[in-house]
């Protein structure tokens, strides 16, 4: 069973690729688009909206809650007024 984890592992460790800086640079840029691009909020007419395309929507304002948390409102596409919490 050992030696089946361990060729196993081997096997994962060769398969590794050197990363040059360019590749690095790369690699992080592209995480970073990622995460601006990650989904955000979605409306009950399917949109969905990353951070970037959220902030682009039409600003109606701001709610405080009960314990404090800031919502802030924007009106999708559809018409349809979201919420969604910043703190």
């Known amino acids: ?4 984890l361990l060729n196993k592992k081997m096997r994962e460790i060769s398969s590794i690729k050197a990363i040059t800086s360019k590749d690095h640079r790369a690699y992080i840029n592209s995480a970073m688009r990622k995460k601006k691009e990650r989904i955000i909020k979605r409306c009950s007419c399917k949109k969905k909206y990353s ?5 682009a ?3 109606i304002g701001e709610m405080t809650g009960i314990d404090g948390e800031i919502a802030e409102l924007r009106d999708c596409s ?3 007024t979201m919420l969604f919490i910043i703190s």
């Not at 069973?1 to 089946?4: C, H």
């Open 78 to 80: 559809c018409g349809s």
């Open 57 to 59: 929507l039409k600003y």
């Open 51 to 55: 951070l970037e395309a959220w902030k």
């Open 1 to 4: 069973m050992g030696g089946w």
